[in-house]
Structures are given as structure tokens and as C-alpha cells.
């Protein structure tokens, strides 16, 4: 091992270009696996940067190893890109799979169809200008170049939010770039003439990146849809709202008309000793008024809408609704998003406990802000024929699989977003949901 780094790193046996091409791997796998939070700030790089010297330290000792056992090997270099880079997607990066899935994927093949391309650079200046002593440097300049622009692409066009993209692109993508770099792992061994290599590689490299930038459009478009989705379903609550209110408001104004009757009745009963009537007519009164006063006004208008739309289509179903709501004056979430969210888990809980089958299905819901964090608890009655381990796994429990199942995932993603947490547990034929929200939040539009 000794020997490899003598001679190619002291000695430059390989030229320059052999030393700064694994140096600039190394670090841009860093670069590119950290999160851009990870990314700011004088103290995160000195810390990219160090994750960057070990691990192009891990990589010379691969490549060293491999010199000692096998001796010099193209394919060697290779699999200590491959070692590093799994080996810091599995243990440092904090990004989603999926995101280092394609990260990674992408740049080692489009960095192993460069490396074919800038090789033939230097030689093209030395024939034009054989006096011109630098042409051995322009390989790795190539190499820096071409490397940091396929980096800055995959930063620049960030596909971090996947979650609703049809498998199909994302596997046509990843099949493109697999493709590509089987074919230059496998031109060791076949050793293809130079031209034919170098047309090959371009080719490859302008195919891989095409593909991820087609990904990267499409994933930005459904979740643009999405964003549309959450806005016409806030729309069709605020207008519902709306027409709750304009109803509940017309049922008030008769009650006041016909309060005075009821008052006058009541006197009668009472004066006459019937108190038994009196009970029953005040019971009746009663009942004809809860409608008219089930009305949920917090001060947030999402949750006023959302509520107000559940607690209706629970009265329809038989579904008793309780909560307990204290709310901020004011939230920093943006409102389609905490509709979106706040909706799709009254909604869940809508539908699991119209299915039950218990005698008084219910759903109970509690908001309650504490310290830095906004609590959103909600529990719901369930089907106790299906298993806990199913419900758990949140699989959706309808017919039609294919066109439900996002609710969970929305969940999921804007709790992320609002560095919060997300818990589903169920015991005893309830089930419970509890998302936190961190109500510190920078650059969104307030609730």
C-alpha cells in the first residue's frame, strides 16, 4: 500500500491529473451528499472538508490494497469511487434514500464518462503547439471543469422531493446512468479504440443528463400540481366556510325571531305545574339549536374551514366529533400547505372511522401550542378486523390502492419541511396521530 502512494501520489508517476482527479471526487461526493443546510456557514464547510480528506484517505487505501493484491487497475480506481461513495450515503448523509440514490448514481456515471473525455485534451494542444509545456495539466482542468459542472446541475436542480413522481421516469433515469457506466466499467476490459470511446462517453454523459434534468422537470411539475390540488381543495373549504356561516347566521336570526315564543311557552308549562312537558319541550328546543351553534371559530381561518367541513360530513355519517383547539395568534405555516396537512388527517381520520363499525364511532382533535412547538393530536375509532401491523404500516384500506395513499406522505413531507415529527400508533380499536411543528419559521407566509 506503501508502494502504490509513493508512486503515485510522491513520485507522480501518473501525472498530476491522477492526484487531483481523486482529490476532486472525494470532496464533490461530500459536497453533494450533505443537505444545503449542512452546506452553510464557515464551520460546515471546514467540516465538508474534512469528511472530504477522509475520504479520499479511505479511497487511497482502497486503491492501495487493490495495487498490492492485483496490481495497477483502471477498474480498482473505479470501485474506490464506488466504496466511498456508498460508504457516505449510508453513514453520513442526511439526506433522504432516494436523493442519494440519485445523487450518487448520476455523478459517478457522468464522472466516469469524463474522465475518457479530457484525456485526449492535453495531447490535442501538444500537437498543435509541441512547445506548449502545459498540455499534460489541461486533462485534470478538463476533468474540474466538466466534474463541476455536472455538480453544480445536481445542486441547482435538487430532486429531494420525489415522493409523488411515477416510478417509471425515476427508473428510466436511474437505468440511463446504470447503462452508461456499465459501459465504461466494461471498456477496460475491451479496450475500444480511443475515438470511438470518447464519442461513446459523450454521448452517455449528455444522455445522463438530459434524463436527470427531464426528472428534475417532472418532479417539479407534480409538485406544482400538488400545490394546485392543495389550493383548490382551500378554496372549496373557504367557500364552504362560507356558506356554513351564511346558513348558521340565517338559522340564528329565525331562532332570535322565535325565541320570544319559545319563552312565552316555557312560561306557560311552568306556570301550569306541567313540568314534565316543560322538560321535554326544553330538551326539543335544545336539540334544534346545537345545530345552529356547532360552530367552530378559533381565529385561524384553515382550521375554522377545515373543521367546520369535517364536523358536517361527520354529522351526516354518525360520526361524533370532540376537540379542544388553543391556537397562536398567528402560525408561520403557509396556508395551503397547513391545509393540506391539518385536512388530510381529519380526513384519514374521517374515513377510518366511518368504517369501524363500532356503535359510536368518534373522532377527537386537540391543538394546544407549547413553547416553541404547535400539537396536533388526533384520534379516531377503527376497524379492528384489520391488523395493527397494516394499519401501522399506513396501507391504504380502500379498494382502489392506486389513486389513494398520498395523505400519509403529505403528512410525512411538511411535517419534514416544518422541522417537526409525525407518530401513528393505535391500541385498543383507536387510532392516534400526533404531529409536532416547530413554530420558529423563516420566510413562509403566515396562517
Known amino acids: 500500500m506503501l508502494e502504490y502512494f509513493q508512486k503515485y501520489y510522491l513520485l507522480h508517476q501518473m501525472g498530476p491529473g491522477y492526484i487531483v482527479t481523486n482529490v476532486f471526487c472525494a470532496v464533490a461526493v461530500v459536497i453533494l451528499l450533505r443537505s444545503r443546510d449542512q452546506l452553510r456557514g464557515m464551520r460546515n464547510w471546514a467540516i465538508t472538508a474534512a469528511h472530504g480528506a477522509m475520504l479520499w484517505a ?54 466516469l464518462h469524463i474522465i475518457p473525455i479530457s484525456e485526449p485534451i492535453g495531447e490535442l494542444f501538444e500537437e498543435i503547439n509541441s512547445r506548449f509545456t502545459w498540455a499534460e495539466h489541461f486533462t485534470w482542468a478538463v476533468v474540474l471543469l466538466l466534474g463541476g459542472g455536472v455538480l ?33 466499467l466494461l471498456s477496460v476490459y475491451m479496450d475500444p479504440e480511443r475515438d470511438y470511446n470518447v464519442f461513446a462517453s459523450a454521448c452517455f454523459l449528455a444522455m445522463t443528463l438530459m434524463g436527470y434534468t427531464m426528472f428534475y422537470t417532472l418532479n417539479v411539475e407534480y409538485n406544482q400540481n400538488l400545490e394546485l390540488l392543495a389550493m383548490r381543495h382551500k378554496e372549496a373549504l373557504d367557500e364552504e366556510l362560507l356558506q356554513f356561516s351564511q346558513e348558521n347566521y340565517t338559522e340564528i336570526h329565525e331562532l332570535r325571531h322565535e325565541l320570544q315564543n319559545h319563552m312565552n311557552y316555557i312560561k306557560v308549562l311552568a306556570d301550569a305545574g306541567e313540568y314534565d312537558k316543560l322538560r321535554d319541550y326544553a330538551a326539543s328546543v335544545c336539540g334544534e339549536a346545537e345545530g345552529v351553534f356547532r ?55 374521517l374515513e377510518a372511522a366511518k368504517t369501524s363499525g363500532a356503535e359510536e364511532p368518534k373522532i377527537l382533535v386537540r391543538i394546544l401550542p407549547q413553547q416553541d412547538y404547535l400539537f396536533i393530536h388526533v384520534e379516531n375509532s377503527v376497524n379492528n378486523a384489520v391488523s395493527k401491523q397494516r394499519r401501522l404500516s399506513l396501507a391504504t384500506t380502500k ?23 409525525v407518530q401513528f ?13 416547530c413554530l420558529k419559521q423563516e420566510d413562509h407566509s403566515h396562517v
Open 152 to 184: 453544480g446541475v445536481l445542486l441547482h436542480y435538487s430532486t429531494d422531493d420525489t415522493d409523488f413522481v411515477p416510478r417509471f421516469p425515476y427508473n428510466l433515469m436511474a437505468a440511463v446512468a446504470v447503462i452508461g457506466a456499465l459501459w465504461q
Open 295 to 349: 360552530f367552530v371559530e378559533c381565529g385561524n381561518q384553515v382550521v375554522n374551514a377545515v373543521m367546520n367541513h369535517i364536523i358536517r360530513q361527520a354529522d351526516s355519517l354518525g360520526v361524533q366529533v370532540d376537540y379542544q383547539i388553543v391556537l397562536p395568534p398567528e402560525i408561520p405555516f403557509k396556508e395551503t400547505e397547513f391545509c393540506s396537512l391539518f385536512s388530510n388527517m381529519l380526513e384519514n381520520a
Open 425 to 437: 400508533n393505535m391500541h385498543g380499536g383507536v387510532f392516534t396521530t400526533d404531529v409536532m411543528l
Open 58 to 111: 479511505f479511497g487511497v487505501v482502497i486503491c492501495g490494497l487493490g495495487y498490492q493484491f492485483f496490481g495497477r487497475s483502471m477498474l480498482t480506481d473505479r470501485f474506490a469511487m464506488v466504496a466511498t461513495t456508498i460508504l457516505y450515503a449510508c453513514i453520513f448523509s442526511k439526506l433522504k434514500p432516494s436523493s442519494r440514490l440519485v445523487r450518487s448514481l448520476v455523478f459517478f456515471a457522468c464522472f
Open 399 to 421: 379498494e382502489d390502492s392506486r389513486t389513494h395513499g398520498y395523505g400519509t406522505r403529505i403528512i410525512r413531507n411538511l411535517v419534514k419541511k416544518y422541522q417537526g415529527s
